[in-house]
């Protein structure tokens, strides 16, 4: 079995791969950004009549860009997914699939490591129920993915096998012309030795 990948090229848009790369960017520059905030000088201080730090705000507000950013360049790699990748669709859907849940999952994994800090002050006992929250919104998401992967356990599979053993359809298309063969070479001696 082969693929078609000469139209990958053409399918595959610059100002997307740009675009998605700028967010991505992005996300990282914020990140390194709130790491630098965290060295300065006061940023401990307690906001004034709140159980909140100057970090925990900052950390708060540059979780919120993050998981927004994260949230926003989902569907475009999962398009890039399909536009790159090369193999049957079924499999191809479902890793685009799985590469935007995943970034979905990981937004909610930001926000919940990122907001913990602005949240859990005002919840005082309660904190278990922050982290139980983000647990519900996350398993269903794992259960999404884990559900995807294994619907493409058996082309995956398939795809592994024809591409390191070689196709099973090109091994029967083999046997049965081979089998014909001996019927061929049969018909010939025969008639060579009724002649």
Do not use: C
């Amino acid at each position: 079995m082969t693929y078609n990948r000469s139209g990958m090229r053409d399918a595959v848009d610059y100002q997307r791969v740009r675009s998605i790369g700028k967010l991505l960017f992005a996300t990282l520059g914020l990140l390194f950004l709130l790491s630098v905030v965290s060295l300065l000088p006061g940023i401990d201080l307690f906001v004034p009549n709140t159980p909140l730090t100057l970090f925990a705000l900052a950390s708060a507000i540059v979780t919120l860009a993050v998981v927004g950013l994260l949230l926003y360049v989902a569907p475009g790699l999962a398009r890039l997914t399909r536009a790159t990748l090369g193999g049957p669709d079924e499999i191809v859907d479902d890793v685009a699939s799985v590469v935007h849940l995943l970034v979905v999952l990981a937004a909610v994994l930001v926000a919940h490591r990122g907001l913990a800090p602005a949240v859990t002050p005002f919840l005082e006992d309660a904190t278990w129920a922050y982290d139980v929250t983000f647990l519900l919104i996350s398993l269903p998401l794992l259960a999404v993915v884990a559900s995807q992967l294994y619907a493409s356990l058996d082309p995956a599979a398939d795809l592994f096998a024809d591409r390191i053993a070689g196709s099973s359809a090109a091994d029967d298309a083999t046997t049965a012309s081979a089998a014909e063969r001996p019927n061929a070479d049969d018909d010939s001696v025969t008639e060579g030795s009724t002649r």
